[in-house]
């Protein structure tokens, strides 16, 4: 089958390149002509694990292009940014809409952006020509080429009974197909990423109260996840979540029930929580002019230089705001940060550390290297990732809802 997909940020180059795997002629188009140079000469404009390979293996299947093809399949996969209001910024979805429709005005037309519930239908009412589906995308960062070869589930959204099966057959898979309206899938995208955000919430909040009643909060996150009904999964107590999905899925998500007069109380705690544990971590540092502090990650998760949304960023602004020398270190990430190549530039004459990204380079640095470089070696594990397989040093660590006698021999994933 031959697809066009438009945009090329991490949905829709990982779509093109998951269906260039199964043997489908894919072309891209994205406005940015440079990125389509690169792409063409097999160079990925992001980091994520595998995709250079990709892109080499299926080359012969992938162009990348900034005109428009005449196709009767295309993929939507452009930005749909967070407004001022919270609500989701749809302008790049409709032009490209309009443009489909004025090149072939019975193409097939499916969303893969994610867009708020009604989009969809909306769409179909204003282009009836064309026809609709909506293909919500379920990829994590770090690890989007294994998602899309191996996914948990496809779910298509469509009333058009032969664009299901032309579907069915494009994202063939062993895993469950799930067939519903648009707009229910438009829902269960944000339903997932909501759901998430919840958990990961909710374990910093029994984090807090750890920290007060003396518990560890990564073995009630064990205890807790052993029950099927609760999961293991998205239990990791730390300084909040943070990237391109969460924080703008739940701004659109709950703008859009309020502008129903409608209020998503777990959801808009799981926000509030959010904010309020980056101030935990404020808290705990108790910044004042003239300190030190060496961020230690700044990505918003290991396995990628994204830095939309990270936690480390915020904090960083706060700190600085508050007169405190920040340094930081990340292994794939830019910043406007006093960045450092190494953890041991980073941390020198500091007073106080912050693991802000679990990267595995900073998981098993060993406390040498912070005593031997910091000026009082003090840590704060806002990942809760460091495991004690040797004695600590002269290492003062504070996890979150980690008592300090955690320091043990079991090494924490
Ligand atoms: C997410 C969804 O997982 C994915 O299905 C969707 O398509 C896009 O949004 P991603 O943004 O890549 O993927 O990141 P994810 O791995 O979900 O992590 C999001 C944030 O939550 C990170 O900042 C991470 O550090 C934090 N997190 C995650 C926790 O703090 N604790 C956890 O237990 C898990």
């Keep these: 089958m031959q697809v066009t997909v438009i945009g090329t ?9 998951g269906l260039a795997d199964a043997k489908h002629d894919v072309v891209c188009v994205d406005l940015n002509k440079e990125r389509m140079e690169q792409l063409s000469n097999g160079v990925a404009p992001i980091t994520e694990e595998g995709i250079e390979g990709a892109l080499q293996q299926n080359q012969s299947r992938l162009t990348f292009t900034t005109e428009y093809p005449v196709s009767d399949l295309y993929l939507v996969a452009v930005g749909t940014p967070e407004r001022a209001d919270g609500s989701c910024d749809l302008s790049a979805v409709e032009a490209v809409v309009k443009l489909i429709h004025s090149i072939q005005p019975h193409a ?28 919500p995308e379920f990829l994590r960062e770090g690890t989007a080429i294994r998602d899309m070869r191996n996914p948990h589930r496809v779910i298509i959204g469509t009333h058009d009974q032969q664009l299901a099966s032309d579907l069915t057959e494009l994202f063939k898979t ?27 919430s909710f374990i910093n ?6 920290d007060i009643v003396g518990a560890d909060v990564e073995d009630v996150a064990h205890g807790i ?4 009904r609760i999961g ?16 703008k899925d739940i701004a659109a998500l709950t703008t859009l029930a309020q502008q129903h007069g409608e209020h998503l109380h777990v959801i808009e705690a799981a926000d509030r929580t959010n904010e309020a544990q980056l101030e935990y971590v404020l808290q705990k540092i108790a910044p004042k002019r003239g300190l030190r502090v060496a961020l ?15 936690p480390a960023l915020r904090l960083a602004e706060r700190l600085t705001k508050m007169g405190v020398i920040v340094t930081g270190y990340d292994p794939a990430a830019k910043t406007l940060l006093d960045q450092k190549d190494t953890i041991e530039e980073a941390v020198t004459g500091a007073e106080i550390a912050v693991i ?9 640095v060993t406390p040498r290297r912070l005593t031997d470089n910091m000026k009082t070696a003090r840590l704060i594990d806002g990942r809760n990732c460091w495991a004690f397989v040797e004695e600590p040093g002269n290492v003062q660590y504070e996890g979150i809802g980690r008592p300090n006698k955690t320091f043990s021999n079991n090494p924490t994933s």
């Excluded at 097939?108 to 609709?132: C, D, H, N, W």
């Design 108 to 135: 097939a037309v499916v969303m893969k952006s994610t867009i708020p519930p009604g989009t969809t239908e909306k769409l179909q009412m204003a282009y009836p020509s064309l026809r609709f589906a909506m293909v």
């Design 174 to 200: 062993n895993a469950p197909i799930v067939h519903v309206d648009p707009t229910t899938a438009e829902l269960t995208k944000y339903a997932a990423n909501s759901f998430l955000a919840v958990k990961i």
């Design 9 to 17: 940020g991490y949905v829709g180059l990982v779509t093109a390149i």
């Design 232 to 247: 293991p999964a998205f239990l990791k107590a730390g300084a909040g979540y943070g990237g391109s999905c969460f924080p």
């Design 356 to 364: 802000m990204t679990e990267w595995d380079e900073i998981k098993h």
């Design 296 to 310: 230690l990650g700044l990505a918003f998760k290991p396995g990628t230089d994204d830095l939309r949304d990270a």
């Design 225 to 228: 996840g052993l029950d099927p």
């Design 205 to 210: 909040e029994i984090a807090r109260l750890a």
